[in-house]
């Protein structure tokens, strides 16, 4: 399965003062990303070498469903909810090719 994973990495820059209104609006709105058919996940992350800033990576299972996603009225609404604590940010996507589970993961 791994290689028909699409991965989506958001870097969102966060005004001082607001991260923890930024973490919770996204937990709010998170369902509209992971109620998504085409969605397997996502996750937040804050930075441990850059004061506000924050990763958001999202797993998709493939590129076109994404794009639908991308461009629909629900992840239009979702982006609108999360602006208003952004200063800047990117976004990256790429094709996940192999994944390996380390020992504490519990892989076989």
Do not use: C
């Amino acid at each position: 399965m791994a290689d028909q994973v699409f991965r989506v990495m958001l870097r969102m820059e966060i005004r001082p003062g607001m991260e923890k209104d930024f973490e919770r609006t996204w937990r709010e709105v998170g369902a509209s990303v992971t109620d998504h058919p085409a969605n397997l996940g996502q996750w937040l992350s804050r930075s441990a070498e850059e004061n506000g800033v924050y990763y958001i990576v999202s797993d998709w299972t493939d590129e076109p469903r994404f794009r639908a996603f991308e461009t629909s009225e629900r992840h239009v609404r979702h982006r609108e909810k999360l602006h208003p604590y952004r200063t800047g940010g990117s976004m990256t996507t790429m094709h996940v090719v192999a994944a390996l589970a380390g020992a504490a993961g519990g892989g076989t």
